[in-house]
């Protein structure tokens, strides 16, 4: 058999973190099992669902490299289905109307309250033989009364449910759009959906869902409830534990990739393994060894990870998530050195792309002023001789390489018989603008001749008239 799972978000705003991991679980049990992963967005919420959402929850998915097989699909395409489903169940008794008004309802459930019942639908309707003239009704589903939903779940464990407890829920609003248990039921069938991955949140739904497929005759999928994502304090996660948008994440600087292996290990572990490459997450994830309790949010973790891929990531698939970063900074990498010679002697010094982005500006954007902190520490009266040194020196330099810009430094320092950092650091702040670089003779090197010198004399103009 083949394993079909699906991801299903509703497009009522962007892909948080939940949903994102609900979709890479999703995703690895299909790829891990030579499955198929199928993408439907589900929006029948007319008012709330926007394309804005759609396109963002597709653009999360692209970037997150979650690639689905089937998909996506839209459930407002699906209305004449629902409806057939609907008017089948009626037919077959397995459905009915209900004329009970807002009012009523509220006045059964109150009654319910004092008599310390679960408040529940009291099934009044369930056997009307004539309909109400005038009155808008819903459609119920006959819930069974007797027997009980066993619910196989690869998380939990078996989980039973008593019908008695049930009660005959709405599958059909009074203006005749379908509601969710029933939609999201036919879909599931249509699609050959085998294996259901979803939040915790909709344990409680599946007891419902079951008995409706039974009453279509068709097969129940498999489940996993995966418990929900905890900030902090202990509170479902939400924006202000800094619960944003998966693209926020991009933004913010980090790889996906890391964001996949930060996701994966929220409510699933392989020993005390912290890092996975993608193709180790397919081979390694079983859906049975997440955990059942919530899990916690913790950026500084989410932080650490990325860092890590970013040390560990070739200079060539940094760059190309870094391309986005650049444009923000008006960095044109084909106006300065080699864009992979750069990461490469960047990648161990930074936590995100934002940040490697903002590093390297100097190789590519000439600037008119210094950092004031490192200026006012490296430009004393005392670096004017070294740096007229390294000047005169560079300027009959043919051949341009780290070893031999290094070797002027050390000639520089000998001469002037001073420790290299007196040399060393001042020549740092004057090509780069600030007081912290990779090491200063790559650096130079990539930064290249022709900047190094007119930098060079921009710092002792700079010099000068500090002190005239």
Do not use: C
């Given at each position: 058999m083949t394993i079909r799972t699906r991801f299903a978000p509703s497009p009522t705003g962007y892909l948080h973190i939940g949903g994102a991991r609900t979709a890479l679980f999703s995703w690895l049990h299909a790829r891990k099992h030579g499955g198929k992963f199928v993408l439907r967005i589900e929006d029948t919420d007319r008012e709330r669902s926007t394309q804005e959402s759609v396109n963002a929850i597709l653009e999360s998915m692209t970037w997150l490299g979650l690639d689905f097989d089937e998909g996506p699909f839209y459930q407002t395409h699906h209305f004449d289905r629902y409806d057939e489903i609907i008017d089948k169940l009626l037919h077959e008794g397995k459905a009915y109307r209900c004329y009970c008004s807002k009012e009523e309802l509220e006045a059964m459930r109150e009654q319910q309250r004092k008599n310390k019942e679960k408040p529940r639908y009291d099934g009044r309707c369930r056997d009307l033989v004539e309909p109400k003239e005038g009155v808008d009704s819903v459609i119920r589903f006959r819930n069974p009364i007797e027997g009980e939903v066993l619910v196989k779940d690869d998380v939990r464990g078996d989980v039973v449910f008593k019908n008695a407890e049930l009660d005959d829920l709405i599958i059909a609003r009074s203006d005749g759009t379908p509601t969710y248990n029933l939609t999201v039921v036919v879909d599931d069938m249509d699609m050959k959906v085998n294996f259901v991955i979803r939040g915790d949140d909709h344990l409680n739904n599946s007891p419902r869902q079951i008995n409706i497929l039974e009453a279509l005759g068709a097969e129940v999928?498999?489940?996993?409830?995966?418990?929900?994502?905890?900030?902090?304090?202990?509170?479902?996660?939400?924006?202000?534990?800094?619960?944003?948008s998966v693209m926020q994440y991009r933004d913010d600087g980090y790889l996906p990739e890391a964001l996949l292996n930060y996701l994966v290990r929220l409510g699933w572990s392989m020993g005390d393994r912290e890092i996975f490459s993608v193709d180790e997450m397919i081979a390694l994830f079983d859906i049975k060894d997440v955990n059942k309790a919530p899990s916690t949010f913790n950026p500084e973790k989410l932080l650490w990870?990325?860092?890590?891929?970013i040390k560990a990531s070739t200079p060539a698939h940094i760059a190309r998530h870094l391309s986005f970063h650049l444009a923000n900074e008006n960095i044109d990498p084909t106006e300065g050195p080699d864009l992979h010679e750069v990461i490469k002697i960047h990648q161990e010094r930074v936590k995100t792309l934002v940040e490697l982005a903002q590093s390297i500006r100097?190789?590519?954007?000439?600037?008119?002023?210094?950092?004031?902190?490192?200026?006012?520490?490296?430009?004393?009266?005392a670096a004017v001789e070294p740096?007229?040194?390294?000047?005169?020196?560079?300027?009959?330099?043919?051949?341009?390489?780290?070893?031999?810009?290094?070797?002027?430094?050390?000639?520089?320092?000998?001469?002037?018989?001073?420790?290299?950092?007196?040399?060393?650091?001042?020549?740092?702040?004057?090509?780069?603008?600030?007081?912290?670089?990779?090491s200063i003779d790559i650096t130079a090197e990539l930064i290249g001749k022709a900047r190094v010198l007119r930098r060079l004399g921009m710092a002792l103009d700079f010099i000068a008239q500090k002190f005239a």
């Open positions: 999928p498999r489940y996993a409830h995966v418990p929900m994502i905890l900030g902090a304090d202990g509170k479902r996660l939400s924006k202000r534990h800094g619960a944003v990870i990325n860092q890590e891929y100097y190789f590519y954007h000439d600037f008119d002023t210094f950092d004031e902190k490192a200026a006012k520490k490296n430009f004393k009266a740096l007229k040194q390294l000047k005169a020196r560079y300027e009959t330099l043919e051949n341009w390489k780290a070893d031999e810009i290094h070797n002027v430094i050390i000639e520089v320092s000998a001469q002037l018989d001073v420790k290299m950092g007196k040399v060393a650091q001042p020549f740092r702040v004057a090509i780069t603008g600030g007081g912290v670089s990779p």
